[in-house]
């Protein structure tokens, strides 16, 4: 025998209208006093003795229990559904109550209408509404209706066959070197090769709630394989190919292969200056007064003297730099040198070295200087995250700037806006006085020749065009200065000593090194420099 609910139903009899309570089978659920209650409010029997139905409720549990509820017969009553919808409408669910003796069962139209009445338009199930009329269960609970969710689409996927991490750093030998034999950095790509395949976006499918809502799946994005010269793509433009040998690179999304231009030994007088649209690769020293030029890598094999490098990607010097004070590196990528020397060095990735003596460094990500020395003597380092160091200073005080948790170049922009916010505003003050004196005389009916009223006009238009300026000069200094002075990321690691004269600063707060200081961390914290042991 199939478990059944306890339920109940209204029995009319000539000396008054009874409650027949018929108890669970097996593991059903018994009734409850509320929903009996919520029952007879829908029918409005009000007046009937509470203690006696919870005697009959308690009396069911085992055996059919009939309780009086009034003295008096009401009409018969047909068979009855409550409806109950999900918050989300995305489901109903009918409880359906037997009719009193005399009274007539509903039939599929009768629900139907009780489901429309409640709103019901979509999803309705009819299985489950013919299955309880061919077998009709009480006090249960019977999905009635289903919305359908709406099917998520996929979002478009750009597989790149190439190394694409602008942030690989070097591989540290167990003695501390780095091994630049190993860098890995570089993604040779030979003609044919297969360089990026896209995964189309899939669109989702609308849902409906049982309320006849549309549900409209969320947006997917789509996108499309994008390259530059030396590249095609498949037919059906799924698949990028490389048309040369080269270097693939992603910059913006963008796929690009640039060929790598070989220097087979000095770049000098033999060379002249090198400007190529690739990469470029020297095997052996670039000679002070010459430039190197590459919209890809640079990878210099030799020394570095007091040349100057220009890299679209990075820059990797196997030995390192002697600047001679006049040689300079910048690269959009990462900087990797065996050391540097008396120059100045900017990268928009990270730099990594072993050592650092007099030079102006300044990164947007990490500055490393580790390896079997990793000191700093002399000069300003510069990183817009972190700065590692085991060696800063030194025993002679070397004045030593070590700043972290700016951009260097927004610091760079805001003191070229505070210069020249200061210039444009002294040519204004020059300019003024001459302009009010010549106002002067015009408006006092003095005549002018042409030649003066032609530089008043043209005196006054710079004016306007001079106090425009300032205006966005002013705003953009001001966006800046409150960018740097609520920033209080970055921290400096000392993994040796610091000496005296080493000056550390943290987002415009300045800590100078007194004494020596031996395996820290330095942190901002509020409006002063912390110092937390390693």
């Known amino acids: 025998m199939s478990s059944k609910n306890s339920y109940f139903q209204l029995d009319i009899k000539n000396d008054g209208t009874y409650l027949k309570i018929y108890p669970p089978v097996d593991n059903g659920q018994p009734i409850t006093y509320d929903e009996i209650s919520e029952y007879l409010i829908d029918k409005k029997i009000y007046d009937y003795n509470i203690k006696d139905l ?21 009409l018969p009553e047909g068979e009855y559904v409550r409806i109950k919808i999900s918050q989300d409408r995305m489901y109903a669910v009918g409880r359906f109550y037997p009719p ?45 209706a289903k919305g359908l969710k709406p099917v998520e689409g996929k979002d478009a996927v750009i597989n790149y066959h190439f190394n694409t991490d602008t942030t690989i750093k070097p591989k540290v ?7 630049f034999h190993q860098l890995n950095v570089i993604s040779t790509i030979n003609k044919g090769d297969l360089l ?43 698949k990028m190919y490389s048309d040369v040998n080269g270097h693939a690179m992603l910059r913006d999304n963008r796929v690009f292969v640039a060929n790598t231009y070989e220097v087979p030994a000095n770049v000098d007088v033999s060379t002249g200056d090198i400007n190529y649209e690739g990469n470029v690769s020297i095997k052996g020293n670039v000679i002070t007064g010459f430039s190197v030029q590459a919209k890809g890598d640079i990878i210099v094999d030799g020394v570095v003297e007091g040349a100057t490098l220009r890299a679209g990607g990075n820059i990797i010097l196997k030995r390192g730099m ?63 995250t972190s700065i590692t160091i085991k060696t800063a200073g030194s025993t002679m005080g070397t004045n030593t700037v070590l700043e972290v948790g700016i951009d260097p170049a927004a610091s760079d922009e805001f003191k070229s806006l505070e210069q020249s916010i200061t210039s444009m505003r002294t040519d204004m003050e020059k300019l003024m006085p001459i302009l009010n004196n010549f106002k002067k005389k015009v408006s006092n009916g003095e005549k002018m020749p042409p030649d003066k009223l032609n530089y008043i006009k043209t005196a006054t238009l710079h004016c306007i065009d001079l106090d425009n300026k300032i205006k966005e000069a002013t705003y953009r200094y001001e966006q800046l200065k409150l960018e740097m002075n609520k920033n209080e990321s970055g921290t400096i690691r000392i993994e040796n000593i610091a000496y005296p004269g080493v000056k550390i600063v943290i987002s415009n707060v300045v800590y100078y090194v007194r004494s020596e200081v031996h395996y820290t961390k330095f942190i901002r914290e509020r409006a002063d420099i912390k110092l937390i042991g390693l």
Do not use: W
Request: charged share 25%; net charge negative; glycine share 12%.
């Open 196 to 238: 990026a395949t896209l995964e189309p976006a899939i669109d989702g499918k609308n849902g409906y709630d049982i309320c006849g809502n549309v549900l409209k799946p969320g947006k997917v994005v789509k996108k499309i394989l994008r390259h530059g010269k030396g590249i095609h793509l498949s037919d059906d433009g799924l």
């Open 100 to 144: 009193s003796n005399n009274g007539s069962c509903m039939d599929s139209r009768e629900i139907m209408n009780s489901l429309a009445q409640n709103g019901i338009k979509e999803g309705i199930v009819q299985d489950n509404i013919e299955s309880f009329i061919n077998n009709r269960r009480y006090c249960e609970d019977i999905i009635l």
């Open 173 to 179: 030998n167990e003695d501390g070197t780095v091994d």
């Open 322 to 384: 002697q600047g001679m004070s006049r040689g300079t590196m910048e690269a959009d990528g990462n900087i990797i040198s065996k050391f540097i020397e008396n120059a100045e060095v900017k990268a928009g990735g990270y730099i990594t070295t072993e050592a650092i003596l007099h030079s102006k460094i300044s990164a947007r990500g990490d500055i490393t200087v580790g390896g079997k020395k990793g000191f700093v003597t002399g000069g300003e380092i510069r990183s817009a």
């Open 54 to 74: 919870g005697h009959a409720i308690a009396n069911a549990q085992r055996e059919v229990t009939e309780v009086k509820l009034l003295s008096v017969p009401i």
